[in-house]
């Protein structure tokens, strides 16, 4: 398995490191950049070894049914990212360590891997069972989610308290998500809009992702963690709980198992990176939704993607000046 973590090399403060969540797959990530990286094959082999299943002929080929279940969609997406910054070291497009790593939802998985905090066998197999659990949980208990847009937080506050949902994910100013049941999600939903939402917007997802839905999940993914060695980072990775850093092996279970049904908090999370002098985000990984979120927090913010060989062919083409 090749070395992501990239110890050796100095560390740029002004740089971070993050990873997507669910929602950025398609069919086709991470084959263009197995095609041509050696490194990247041997990412998704170790993944496909690890899970005892072909994860990379899912990713590469589909069927997109098969990759958007999100016992398979976790995993691809840990996988694709992990490949996209190993393929960056190994092209020379990363040549430095960053001042934090972070996350959203399930990115927060290759953080711990990017950070040496665990192993990527292990992380891979984690997050399939996360994938698993959160599934039997949404069909015991089916809710889904929707995005707010344009609200402020102490408005939508009290629409989710009186309608039974909760916040899932704070992404940015004015894009907070909401999940719980379909029928409080949909009230709650139509109350926002009337109280001055700009928009609502269901989401397509199998449950309420984030919220006490989720209980029994993280009940079962405590035991699955009680397994796994993690080890100190080496590079402090920014908590979606509480979006402030954490550099002590022995909090990464209380952590992985709250943010199961807590809210992500990703402004905050990016915020806090900015104040501590970090000026680019490095999204790694398919899609391009941390990059855009980014804008949304801080205009100012700098982004790179690196997900395609694309990227990383335009990657060489800035440090060459053609």
Known sequence: MPDTTIQDLPVDPTVAWVFPGQGAQHVGMGADLADQSATARAIFTAADIALDMSLSKICFEGPEDELTRTVNTQPAIVAHSIAALATAIETGAIISRPAFVAGHSLGE???LIAAGAVGFDDGVRLVRERGRLMQESCDAVPGTMAAILGLDPAVLAPICAEHGVAVCN???PGNITIGGTVAAVEAASTAASKAGATRVVPLTVSGAFHTPLMAAAADGLRGALEGVAFTEPR???????TATPIIDASSFTTELVNQV???VLWSDSVTAMQAAGVTTLIEFGPGRVL???????????ETRN????EDLAAEGDEETGS
């Open 109 to 111: 998985y290759a953080a």
């Open 170 to 172: 704070i992404n940015a």
């Open 235 to 241: 590079t402090p990775i920014v908590s979606n709980v």
């Open 261 to 263: 049904t807590q809210p």
């Open 291 to 301: 990059s855009g979120l980014a804008r949304r927090i801080d205009r100012a913010l």
């Open 306 to 309: 690196i997900g395609t060989a």
